[in-house]
């Protein structure tokens, strides 16, 4: 492939520009609607204890999808080749609910269901009826897809388009809120966990982890058409995943900083609370401003996840479909599922992430520490350690839909609370080791014909 040069620079890498564009479109995807509004808020309860929480949330919420990068890089594949080299059967049940989850069930739809509730809040409007909705989520999803159609540019246009946008509104907030602080004083933590359980926990709940494996496709699209070599591919991806969350922890700090200067003045939550501090520091027009931010924000993860989704499914299904053809599929569900509203979306659907999360973290833990992938002891533990990981998980999601859809199982109830850990739901983290270390005992070299 012929280089760009100026894309590329003379050793075959990303030019400084093109990891600054492409870097700030990756930052945006993960951004999203989700990681613009929760800082904020997890400094506001941190308080005097901020940068503790603070240190615990860049191990969860930061350094695990860095490490799903370099798990990409250094296992040389795509996230569906790596599960399929972990244990091909199991593999593709997980990676298409993950797929299917953080694609056109899930996240997208969220996406959208929050740009409509920010759109309301700018305009004050109470609308009942679902036709708007429809009609909003038709438009949303035709400009999505305007921006995934093109496969290779998608990084492209989001980092010269949307992330201009979000980091000019991302700093006016920040950097008045660091100024000018709402309150004169921080006031302790409001929490009883100490502070870095609560940052660890907050940290890991934000799924950034599968996000990334996800985005690892766009990414690796982007990479190749900027003329990068395929040998000097995986190095990059990895370039470009610190330059990303090099952008987030930066933006995390400064929003958990500003969310502490609120103090005690301010007793609302995520969107209300962000949409209010801002009206504090910059009036009716900042607050305009932020569900124009919030919605832009949206966009960027319903773009990032919707093109990975095409991506993962044309794979996946042998090349059946054209990308272009699931491109428009996706965004059609998608369409459809964000117009039943975002409460309902995140209550009746969220706890499905909760099934493909664990599995996820113990499949990069194993691409990122062994240096033998291709089979063994390691790998039949990893593969175990999976298996049981998703198992567990599936435990959690019928534990939250036995509430939900009122199945009201005491007998479920009862073992489930029994099982440790599971009030924080992180029961996979001992299962998978002992099941890692089951699978290491259970395995048996398969012997060669002479």
Not at 47 to 62: E, K, M, Q, R
Not at 333 to 345: C, E, Y
Request: aromatic letters at 12%; one cysteine or more.
């Amino acid at each position: 492939m012929k280089k760009d040069s100026k894309s590329v620079n003379s050793k075959g890498n990303l030019s400084v520009k093109s990891l600054i564009i492409m870097g700030g479109a990756l930052f945006s995807m993960h951004f999203g609607a989700s990681c613009m509004l929760y800082p904020v808020q997890w400094g506001r309860d941190s308080g005097s204890d901020v940068f503790i929480a603070y240190i615990a949330i860049v191990l969860t919420a930061l350094l695990l999808p860095l490490l799903a990068y370099i798990a990409l890089s250094k296992g040389g594949g795509t996230f569906w080749e790596l599960a399929l080299r972990l244990s091909p059967k199991f593999g593709k049940i997980f990676c298409g609910l993950t797929a299917l989850i953080l694609g056109p069930l899930y996240i997208i739809p969220r996406m959208s269901a929050a740009a409509w509730d920010a759109l309301m809040q700018v305009t004050g409007l109470q609308i009942s009826s679902a036709l708007p909705l429809i009609l909003f989520n038709c438009v949303y999803y035709a400009l999505t897809y305007w921006f995934i159609a093109g496969r290779s540019n998608i990084m492209d246009k989001v980092g010269k388009i949307l992330f201009p946008v979000l980091l000019l509104i991302v700093v006016g907030v920040i950097g008045k809120g660091l100024m000018t602080p709402i309150a004169t004083e921080w006031v302790p933590k409001n929490y009883d966990q100490p502070a870095w359980a609560y940052g660890f926990l907050q940290g890991y709940q934000t799924g950034d982890l599968p996000a990334a494996l996800m985005f690892g496709l766009v990414m690796l699209q982007s990479i190749r058409a900027a003329g990068v070599e395929e040998k000097r591919v995986n190095k990059n991806m990895v370039y470009l995943g610190f330059v990303g969350m090099g952008m987030l922890a930066v933006t995390h700090l400064g929003h958990m900083v500003v969310g502490a200067n609120v103090g005690d003045t301010i007793d609302l939550t995520l969107s209300a609370l962000y949409a209010e501090v801002v009206l504090e520091l910059w009036g009716r027009g900042g607050a305009i401003l932020f569900n124009i931010a919030l919605m832009f924000a949206a966009l960027t993860t319903a773009v990032g996840c919707a093109g990975s989704a095409a991506e993962f499914f044309e794979v996946a299904l042998e090349n059946r479909y054209s990308y272009k053809k699931l491109a428009a599929i996706v965004c059609v569900v998608s369409t459809l599922i964000g117009s039943i509203g975002l409460s309902n979306i995140v209550t009746f659907v969220g706890p499905l992430l909760n099934c493909c999360y664990p599995s996820a973290i113990v499949m990069v833990l194993y691409y990122v520490l062994c240096k033998n992938q291709t089979g063994g002891r390691l790998m039949n533990g990893a593969r175990f350690a999976m298996i049981a990981a998703f198992i567990i998980g599936l435990l959690d999601v019928f534990n939250s839909y036995n509430t939900l859809l009122h199945i009201n199982s005491e007998a479920f109830s009862k073992l489930y609370q029994a099982i440790p850990l599971t009030s924080v739901q992180l029961t996979w983290i001992p299962a998978g080791i002992i099941f890692f270390l089951i699978g290491m005992a259970a395995y048996r070299e398969k012997k060669t014909a002479e």
